[in-house]
């Protein structure tokens, strides 16, 4: 995670080097696993950009405790890792400190963290919890594992921790939908206003957070591609035919520039007392921008969280068509039998789910000219699923679903006559996309039934009842 450096630690020249926190990082592990992980249950191990290779300056140490426990084990020991990861502590072991006393407490400010990769404490209140049980972990962690770069004794350690994390973490989509809002109800809290260097850290951390959401999103949508370092998951979001990826973009880019733009401004007024002001100039005027470009992107995220819309958002599918239309097997089973017994009207659903078209089977018969309800003038409908008017297959993902409506169609005339019952639109849906998937349904249900060999027969007249009067 990148940092923003007050102006003292600009003005005197504590920014570290890449080497330095390379080598840092490394004696930090073999420290770690000396003094610390003493059998094979525990294991500490570096991630983050140090490994990945896009590290800068501003950059930190990741540290992951990775555990083999057993469930008993677990048992045993859950209470008080639960305490621990709250903590920059391993069993004690400040790592934070350690790093600084590794360089000197007058040296380069260094900051290290650690995460337990592998944890099976759930705490919803915690703002950690979105970490440790996150999906993110998961595909980070798996990246590693398939890097060439990587020697391939520590890939495969890599691959057995991805393994592990696999046991306790859900990675499937509604699991990485349910981490991406526990995240944004972390991000929320973070977002206070910049007035001056001070908040120089919060705003380090808010800079932060438009990747870590598109990396969320980028395992959510599926598009990940070599690895998850900033450039390569804006990559992921470069897709035009998805909307809601443009809209990210367009906000993400800024807060990717500033991150360029302020190691320019800090490799120039590194140690130079005279240039603290144009640093500082520079945090204000241009850090409250950022703030700003990552709260559109929360906004953005959160939308489509509270409307249950976002699987549908980060789906790549044409949305200004029809592409396809799935009719149901055996659609004509009851159609010849209905007809026999003087049926001459049917209902068909429809559902637009992505760019597709789901048809439901013909319900709700009724013979015109029958009786009629007298409140309201219609027919009285019969047959199966009267119900099923508001019909919803198990294969219809709603979130995903951007309309829906029925057609009454009279078998009384050739070819048939359509009558639409109602159409709504749904989630993401439009008035133009309605229209579209009307006229899609309207000619499949003419060329259906234009293939029915059973002809209509108008049942004879029933005789009127005898009356006294």
């Known amino acids: 995670m990148s940092c923003i450096p007050s102006p003292d630690v ?6 570290p080097t890449v080497e330095l926190l390379q ?21 500490v191990v570096p991630f983050g950009s140090l490994v990945r290779g896009d590290a800068t300056p501003r950059s930190d140490i990741d540290l992951g405790l990775a555990m083999a426990l057993s469930g008993e084990e677990w048992k045993a020991e859950a209470k008080y890792m639960h305490y621990q990861r709250l903590t920059p502590n391993i069993f004690g072991f400040d790592v934070k400190k350690m790093a600084q006393k590794m360089v000197g407490e007058d040296g380069p400010l260094v900051e290290a963290n650690y995460i337990d990769c592998v944890s099976q404490a759930k705490d919803d209140r915690s703002a950690f919890y979105s970490i440790r049980s996150s999906p993110t972990t998961y595909d980070h962690f798996g990246f590693f594992a398939r890097d060439p770069r990587i020697p391939m004794q520590q890939r495969e350690l890599y691959a057995s921790i991805q393994r592990e994390i696999a046991k306790f973490s859900q990675t499937s989509r509604p699991a990485r939908e349910r981490d991406i809002a526990a995240y944004l109800a972390v991000c929320c ?3 206070v206003f910049i007035s001056n260097s001070v908040a120089a850290i919060t705003a380090g951390e808010i800079e932060n957070e438009g990747y870590h959401i598109l990396r969320k999103l980028a395992g959510l949508a599926k598009t990940f591609q070599n690895g998850d370092g900033k450039r390569e998951i804006r990559d992921c979001f470069t897709n035009t035919r998805v909307p809601f990826f443009v809209e990210l973009l367009g906000h993400f880019d800024p807060i990717l520039q500033f991150g360029y733009d302020i190691e320019e401004v800090i490799a120039e007024c590194l140690g130079i007392e005279s240039k603290r002001q144009q640093y500082e100039t520079f945090v204000r005027e241009r850090g409250e921008p950022m703030i700003r470009e990552a709260g559109e992107i929360l906004r953005l995220v959160k939308r489509h969280i509270d409307q249950r819309t976002l699987l549908d958002a980060v789906e790549d599918y044409d949305r200004e068509g029809i592409s396809n239309m799935v009719v ?3 659609f004509f ?4 039998e209905w007809i026999a017994e003087g049926d001459n009207c049917f209902t068909v659903s429809w559902a637009v789910v992505g760019n597709e078209v789901i048809l439901s089977r013909p319900y709700a018969t009724y013979t015109h000219g029958a009786a009629c309800d007298s409140r309201t003038g219609e027919p009285y409908k019969r047959g199966i699923g009267w119900g099923d008017k508001y019909w919803w297959p198990k294969t219809i993902n709603r979130r ?22 109602y159409a709504f639109r749904e989630n993401n849906g439009t008035d133009e996309l309605l229209g579209r998937a009307q006229k899609a349904v309207e000619t499949k249900l003419l060329e259906l039934f234009a293939s029915l060999n059973v002809a209509y027969i108008e049942p004879p007249p029933k005789p009127k009842p005898h009356s006294f009067w």
Do not use: A, W
């Not at 600009?10 to 920014?15: I, L, Y």
């Not at 080598?23 to 294991?43: I, P």
């Not at 679903?401 to 006559?417: A, C, F, K, V, W």
């Open 10 to 15: 600009v003005e005197s020249g504590r920014m």
């Open 23 to 43: 080598d840092v990082k490394d004696r930090l592990v073999q420290q770690l696993n000396e003094q610390f992980c003493t059998n094979s249950r525990y294991l």
């Open 189 to 191: 809290s973070r977002h």
């Open 328 to 330: 149901p097997e055996r």
């Open 333 to 336: 089973d009851k159609i010849p």
């Open 400 to 421: 995903r679903m951007n309309g829906h409506g029925s057609y009454e169609i009279d078998l009384r005339q050739s070819p048939p006559t359509l009558k639409s019952e």
